[in-house]
Nanobody, 113 residues
Framework: QVQLVESGGGLVQPGGSLRLSCTAS????????MNWVRQAPGKGLEWILS????????VYADSVKGRFTISRDNAKNTLFLQMNSLKPDDTAVYYC??????WGQGTPVTVSS
């Protein structure tokens, strides 16, 4: 059974930090580029970060460049998202995905004072 389980979301003040994790099972995690995608309230899905299979290449959306970092641990089948200098506009549900058939259930992040 394929599972992607995100964790680490919550409420944080503007300027704060959070680290999200996504643990994969049931498929060959290390064989896929992996991504973080978010959906803000009332808006569509927004792709924000990608990382290559071995983790040596990353791609960032302009909206998060310089603030967010994607990484992975293939030995633990885990994807990470380090979010710094958070803004209210970062409020969204964050999903890990291979942008094909595998999607997590999402973890909510709220940036508010």
């Amino acid at each position: 059974q394929v599972q992607l389980v995100e964790s680490g979301g919550g409420l944080v003040q503007p300027g704060g930090s959070l680290r999200l994790s996504c643990t994969a099972s049931g498929f060959r995690f290390r064989k896929y580029w992996m991504n973080w995608v978010r959906q803000a309230p009332g808006k569509g899905l927004e792709w924000i970060l990608s990382i290559s299979e071995p983790g040596d290449r990353t791609v960032y959306a302009d909206s998060v460049k310089g603030r967010f970092t994607i990484s992975r641990d293939n030995a633990k089948n885990t994807l990470f998202l380090q979010m710094n200098s958070l803004k209210p506009d970062d409020t969204a549900v964050y999903y890990c995905t291979n942008l094909q058939e595998y999607w997590g259930q999402g973890t909510p992040v709220t940036v508010s004072s």
